[in-house]
């Protein structure tokens, strides 16, 4: 019996040792470069397709507004804030914003209602710095598109949505060389930190006086 017990425990500790490293720690995600590469190569996807994922997962694409309104509350100015952050760093890059409404009113008010709500989101992107050139409202899909079914008011269909739709004209293809230089400037950036080594003064004195 002493013996079999042993032997059970060396076969657990074995099965645990066949997993791979790092599975802890993997999200699914685990190969998606080469997938995408592959993919880029075959023409199943496009640069501005993976900028596109890219940007929906990390930034919210989406604003709200109030009943008949295109104004801009403090939400959706802080989230048209982050998504200018987020534009900066791919002077490259096109971006679109699409405009939408509730059900309630016509299809030619609520036409008109979804255009002026991404003009609105457009107008404040490019009083973040971001070139008109780069921006575009170039639908509003009214009334046809929305997020709940319903023919009552629904602020979650009183939105505008930001997505990425392509290149720059001066840079209509973005590949190999081209593309790596986009991601290796991110990539530098991002390892920038701000440091917290202190210098102690002419007394060698090293503590603050808040300490």
């Not at 720690?25 to 994922?53: P, R």
């Not at 989406?62 to 760093?89: C, E, G, P, V």
């Not at 575009?136 to 079914?149: H, N, T």
Request: contains cysteine; neutral net charge; charged residues 20%.
């Amino acid at each position: 019996m002493q013996k079999w017990i042993i032997t059970l425990g060396l076969s657990v500790a074995v099965a645990a040792c066949t997993r791979e490293a790092g599975y802890e720690i993997d999200q699914g995600a685990f190969g998606n470069a080469t997938l995408n590469n592959v993919q880029v190569m075959n023409g199943e996807l496009t640069y501005a397709q993976i900028l596109g994922q890219r940007f929906a997962a990390e930034v919210p694409t989406q604003i709200n507004f109030a009943f008949n309104s295109s104004q801009l509350d403090a939400s959706a100015q802080r989230i048209l804030l982050r998504q200018a952050a987020w534009i900066k760093q791919f002077p490259e890059a096109r971006f679109r914003v699409y405009g939408h409404t509730d059900a309630v009113g016509s299809t030619a008010y609520n036409q008109s209602l979804g255009q002026r709500r991404a003009n609105a989101a457009v107008a404040f992107l490019t009083q973040q710095g971001i070139s008109r050139s780069r921006l575009e409202a170039v639908v509003s899909f009214g009334k046809s598109r929305p997020l709940i079914d319903t023919p009552n008011r629904d602020r979650r269909n009183r939105r505008t949505v930001t997505e990425v739709s392509g290149f720059m004209d001066r840079n209509p293809l973005v590949l190999d060389g081209k593309y790596a230089e986009i991601i290796y400037r991110e990539y530098v950036a991002s390892a920038t930190r701000e440091s917290y080594i202190q210098r102690e003064d002419a007394g060698g004195a090293g503590s603050s006086d808040d300490e």
